[in-house]
């Protein structure tokens, strides 16, 4: 299986394995949970976005008091 070899300073490592600890889980688990769950979340947001520019004019006739107007920042 693919690996990893990651350097940290003494500090970082120790955060890291404080909070490795404070979940339960080894320093290993922990690294790569978090990354994994980091790489989801910004695979969440890429498409949270792209629905929101897909229905945005639908979102704009629903709520038309909400819908930003065409006048610029110094209308």
């Given at each position: 299986m693919p690996a990893l070899n990651i350097e940290y300073t003494e500090l970082e490592l120790a955060a890291i394995r404080a909070a490795a600890a404070a979940d339960g889980k080894s320093?290993?688990?922990y690294v790569h949970?978090?990354?994994v769950r980091e790489q989801q979340r910004r695979t969440f947001v890429e498409h949270a976005v792209a629905f929101w520019n897909e229905h945005l004019d639908e979102f704009d006739a629903a709520f038309p008091e909400d819908a930003p107007?065409?006048?610029g920042p110094d209308a």
């Amino acid at each position: 299986m693919p690996a990893l070899n990651i350097e940290y300073t003494e500090l970082e490592l120790a955060a890291i394995r404080a909070a490795a600890a404070a979940d339960g889980k080894s320093v290993k688990a922990y690294v790569h949970d978090l990354s994994v769950r980091e790489q989801q979340r910004r695979t969440f947001v890429e498409h949270a976005v792209a629905f929101w520019n897909e229905h945005l004019d639908e979102f704009d006739a629903a709520f038309p008091e909400d819908a930003p107007t065409d006048k610029g920042p110094d209308a």
